[in-house]
Nanobody, 120 residues
Framework: QVQVVESGGGLVQAGGSLRLSCVAS????????MDWYRQAPGNQRELVST???????TYADSVKGRFTISRDNAKNTVYLQMNSLKSEDTAVYYC??????????????WGQGTQVTVPS
């Protein structure tokens, strides 16, 4: 009932930038927190950044000062601006969206992920 689609990944050299986007659509009444996670090969999925409905943000220590999360509530979209990319940022990046459906049930939906590769 909720579709989440990420885009914007790709191959970028160290020191470069990428901007990821994530759009949620479907039977949505309200979106609460929107999160970006990432998972590198052989590693567990880790939380990169969170943004609340009112724009409060949190970041993993490894990306503070380099990544910026933002959202457009009118478009049900969350962005992740990634600057000064490092090889250790290489991972599949996933978007997680939580909120309420129009029938007042909660939802917690994930996208399929977008690959970010920063060669060492």
């Amino acid at each position: 009932q909720v579709q989440v689609v990420e885009s914007g990944g790709g191959l970028v050299q160290a020191g470069g930038s990428l901007r990821l986007s994530c759009v949620a659509s479907g039977f949505i009444l309200k979106i609460n927190n929107m999160d970006w996670y990432r998972q590198a090969p052989g590693n567990q999925r880790e939380l990169v950044s969170t943004i609340t409905t009112v724009g409060t943000t949190t970041y993993a220590d490894s990306v503070k000062g380099r990544f910026t999360i933002s959202r457009d509530n009118a478009k049900n979209t969350v962005y992740l601006q990634m600057n000064s990319l490092k090889s250790e940022d290489t991972a599949v990046y996933y978007c997680n969206v939580r909120g309420t459906l129009r029938d007042f049930r909660p939802f917690d939906s994930w996208g399929q992920g977008t690959q970010v590769t920063v060669p060492s």
